[in-house]
């Protein structure tokens, strides 16, 4: 069985920083693509960014500069830096992730209906 677990939400000020992970089991890591995704009340669920089995990586133009994706592939845990906050991050965050029979390549940053797994997300609040 699949699961995705994230942690590492919280509340901080503008400026701040946030280390968010996600746990995942029930598949075989190297094989997976994975992503964040946030969500903010009110608007639709975003891409903030992307890994592949090769740990390439894609960012949204939101967060270039500022977010850090990564992952773990002893640990089967997937990261998200999160520095020099803004109100407007304030959302929750979603673990994804979708796993194939060979190391997952991509050239993109992809949208949600890409992914089948999915964590129960963790809140991150920025304040001004």
């Known amino acids: 069985q699949v699961q995705l677990v994230e942690s590492g939400g919280g509340s901080v000020q503008a400026g701040g920083s946030l280390r968010l992970s996600c746990a995942a089991s029930?598949?075989?890591?190297?094989?997976?693509?994975m992503a964040w995704f946030r969500q903010a009340p009110g608007k639709e669920r975003e891409v903030v960014a992307g890994?592949?089995?090769?740990?390439?990586?894609r960012y949204a133009d939101s967060v270039k500069g500022r977010f850090t994706i990564s992952r773990d592939n002893a640990k089967n845990t997937l990261y998200l830096q999160t520095n020099s906050l803004k109100p407007e991050d304030t959302a929750m965050y979603f673990c994804?992730?979708?796993?194939?029979?060979?190391?997952?390549?991509?050239?993109?940053?992809?949208?949600?209906?890409?992914?089948?797994?999915w964590g129960r997300g963790t809140q991150v609040t920025v304040s001004s």
């Open positions: 994804a992730a979708r796993a194939y029979s060979i190391p997952c390549r991509r050239s993109y940053l992809p949208g949600p209906s890409e992914y089948n797994y």
């Open positions: 029930g598949f075989t890591y190297s094989r997976v693509c």
């Open positions: 890994i592949d089995s090769y740990d390439t990586t």
